[in-house]
Each structure stands twice: as structure tokens, then as C-alpha cells.
């Protein structure tokens, strides 16, 4: 079963709170997802291997770490998940990263595909999924089953808020898959969407309501 880390830091856990706020403007909304993916950014890559290297300074032979193993990439889901990946990009420049285009249904609740580009080499990376909403957890669902379909064997989830009915369909469909979020919700409404949650995270990030 794969794990859930609920990220506590206080920094996180504010901006969070601005987020979820119904008067926080377009503009605030967007640097917050930016500020608070980078801050997540952070503990998603814990984990990242080492190695020693030697690094001659102005002064002698320093032995040195730098990240090795494999590469990273990162999937955003359209389109929310767009919002999430300059914040990931600030920590990580030489990531590569692909795009799954999915809308959840208004009526079927269930995720449409529109659109899957990802890198060359994307089975041989480690694969971070960004999307600020988990809700039912359909569409974090699909969008990971088309990076195995593809051959992707490592693979990430990260989200800002998290229902715990989507935790469940993840873990069910997607035991290998650890979860990263900074909060998790208990229910959903009747049209699907996180309660209290922070709203159309797509709508609040592009204006588009
Ligand atoms: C939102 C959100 C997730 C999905 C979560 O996208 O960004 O992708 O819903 O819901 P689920 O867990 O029940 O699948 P939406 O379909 O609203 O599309 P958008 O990002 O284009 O607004
Ligand atoms: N998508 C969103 O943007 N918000 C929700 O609460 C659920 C799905």
C-alpha cells in the first residue's frame, strides 16, 4: 500500500488557508499554488538518491553530494495541474515535463482524455503527478494509468487537497503510488466537488468563472 504524507509545515499549512479562502483574487490564487507546490516540492524529493563527488574549491578537495538515479519528470494534469509546475521547476530546472489532458464529465463525474504528451524517456524516469484537486481520485487515477500503459514504473502523486475518497481509489487502483498533499477532506458534495476543498481549483487558477 502506498503512503500518504499529509505535509504539516507551517508555511504550507497558511498558504493553504489562503487558498481555500473564497475572496483570495486570481492573482493571489496562482502565486500561492506556485509558492506552496515549490514548499511540497521539497518533501516530494526527500527521498532522492546521493552520491559523493569530489569538488575542488578555491581552497582544496571537498568531498560533495549531488542527486543521482533517475531523472525526474513531471505530469500535470490540464488543467489545473498546470499551476503547479513552475513551483516544481524553480526547485528542479532539468526536469522534463509531460502533459495528460483530462476533464471530469459534469454529468458522469468520470475523466474524458483530450490530450497525453510525455518525454522520450519517460519509462526511465521518476514520475511526479501534479494536481492541485483529488477528489473521487478518477482522474489521478487515469492519468497514472496511462504513465504505466507507457511503461512508466516510478511514479509520484502530488495534490494540494486531498478527499479521502480519492486517497482510497488511489490506493486501491495504485498500491505502488505514494500520495503527498497538504490537507486531506473529509467529503464531497453532490456534484463531486471537495468539502470545504478550495473550490474549481482550474477556474480560481485561470479566471475562467
Ligand atoms: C479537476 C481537478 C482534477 C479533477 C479532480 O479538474 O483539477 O483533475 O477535477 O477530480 P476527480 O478526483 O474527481 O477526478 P477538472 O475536471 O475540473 O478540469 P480542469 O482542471 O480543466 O478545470
Ligand atoms: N475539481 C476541483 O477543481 N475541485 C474540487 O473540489 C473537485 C474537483
Do not use: W
Request: hydrophobic content about 40%; proline content about 6%; charged content about 25%.
Amino acid at each position: 500500500m502506498g503512503n500518504v504524507y499529509v505535509l504539516d509545515h507551517p508555511l504550507i499549512q497558511h498558504k493553504i488557508s489562503l487558498l481555500r479562502d473564497k475572496n483570495t483574487d486570481t492573482k493571489e490564487f496562482r502565486e500561492l499554488v506556485c509558492e506552496v507546490s515549490m514548499l511540497m516540492g521539497y518533501e516530494v524529493t526527500r527521498n532522492m538518491p546521493l552520491e559523493e563527488i569530489e569538488v575542488e574549491t578555491p581552497v582544496g578537495i571537498a568531498r560533495t553530494k549531488v542527486i543521482s538515479g533517475k531523472k525526474l519528470g513531471f505530469v500535470p494534469i490540464l488543467r489545473a495541474g498546470l499551476g503547479m509546475v513552475d513551483g516544481m521547476l524553480r526547485l528542479l530546472p532539468m526536469a522534463k515535463v509531460g502533459h495528460i489532458g483530462l476533464y471530469r464529465d459534469p454529468e458522469t463525474h468520470e475523466p474524458v482524455e483530450y490530450y497525453c504528451k510525455l518525454p522520450v524517456d519517460a519509462s526511465e524516469r521518476e514520475m511526479v503527478v501534479l494536481d492541485p484537486m483529488l477528489a473521487t481520485g478518477g482522474s489521478a487515477s487515469a492519468a497514472i494509468g496511462f504513465l504505466k500503459d507507457r511503461g512508466v514504473s516510478s511514479i509520484k502523486l502530488m495534490c494540494l487537497v486531498a478527499a479521502t475518497e480519492g486517497i482510497n481509489r488511489i490506493q486501491t487502483d495504485h498500491p505502488d503510488v505514494d500520495i503527498y498533499c497538504a490537507a486531506v477532506d473529509p467529503v464531497l458534495n453532490e456534484h463531486k466537488y471537495i468539502v470545504p476543498g478550495l473550490g474549481d481549483a482550474g477556474d480560481r487558477l485561470f479566471g475562467t468563472k
